[in-house]
């Protein structure tokens, strides 16, 4: 589904991703982890064409999409959803008017748009509160209404960007198993952008490790958890003392 060659991008005199390489599967779920500050949101705006680099490729379906006209790219787009980091709900609109935005935007019926909010609220557990704001929710509740509104669309790929912060560890869980149960109903790609191990290992068909611009180690959940590897061991342990270091 998507295959990132030799990626790069600076901001400045910062390197933030040294010829990246990294290949996502379809249909699985590829957990991103790394230090805060290392570029695992660089990559994922790179992956949905927000930021272009400065050089490299970012093959989506058999397509570069680095070389893609604007129009081409909001094209592309359709086939994504995205749940943000503190789910980014429109304060000033309804549960139902959050999670339909994208298809009003694109002029769909009315009654089209109603039928496939309800249907979205129901795969997040969440039927029957359309009509309150965002400020009337809980931190959880706020995640799903998110969460129906990156699916409303059937997209093919859904990025999440720290899906489980902010959020107690049951409700982080109850996320978590959102996530596999709609990867699993919907058949879609999924790419996680997360610090929570916990979280990682629970969700992920492959984890990637993000350190010093490029994706120095891949692996399932079990294979991560035994790494050789210093410095990813280091980071899925919390461990003050290894090689990555305050500066690194």
């Known amino acids: 589904m998507i295959e990132i060659i030799n990626l790069c991008k600076s901001f400045n005199d910062h390197l933030v991703l040294d010829n990246l390489n990294?290949?996502?599967n379809t249909g699985e779920t590829m957990v991103i982890i790394g230090r805060s500050g290392c570029g695992k949101s660089v990559l994922l705006k790179h992956i949905i064409g927000i930021m272009k680099p400065d050089s490299g490729q970012v093959i989506i379906d058999g397509e570069d999409i680095v070389r893609m006209s604007e129009k081409e790219l909001n094209n592309l787009r359709l086939k994504f959803g995205m749940l943000f980091q503190g789910a980014a709900l429109f304060d000033s609109l309804t549960v139902s008017e959050n999670v339909g935005f994208s298809l009003r935007e694109r002029r769909?019926?009315?009654t089209l748009i109603n039928t496939r909010i309800g249907e979205c609220?129901?795969?997040?557990?969440l039927k029957g509160i359309e009509d309150l704001k965002p400020s009337e929710l809980s931190g959880g509740?706020?995640?799903r209404v998110g969460l129906a509104r990156a699916i409303c669309t059937n997209p093919q790929i859904v990025l999440y960007d720290e899906p489980t912060t902010g959020v107690d560890p049951i409700m982080a869980d109850a996320v978590n198993d959102l996530i596999i149960d709609l990867s699993k109903k919907l058949n879609i790609t999924s790419i996680v952008v997360t610090h929570?191990?916990?979280s990682a290992y629970k969700i992920a068909t492959r984890i990637a490790m993000l350190y010093k611009g490029k994706i120095v180690e891949v692996g399932t959940p079990e294979e991560i958890k035994n790494t050789k590897n210093p410095i990813v061991h280091q980071?899925?342990?919390g461990l003050a003392?290894?090689?990555?270091?305050?500066e690194s």
């Open 141 to 143: 509740m706020r995640k």
């Open 121 to 125: 609220l129901g795969m997040v557990g």
């Open 108 to 110: 769909f019926e009315d």
């Open 22 to 24: 990294l290949t996502i």
């Open 241 to 246: 003392l290894g090689p990555i270091t305050e």
């Open 235 to 237: 980071f899925i342990m």
């Open 196 to 198: 929570d191990m916990v």
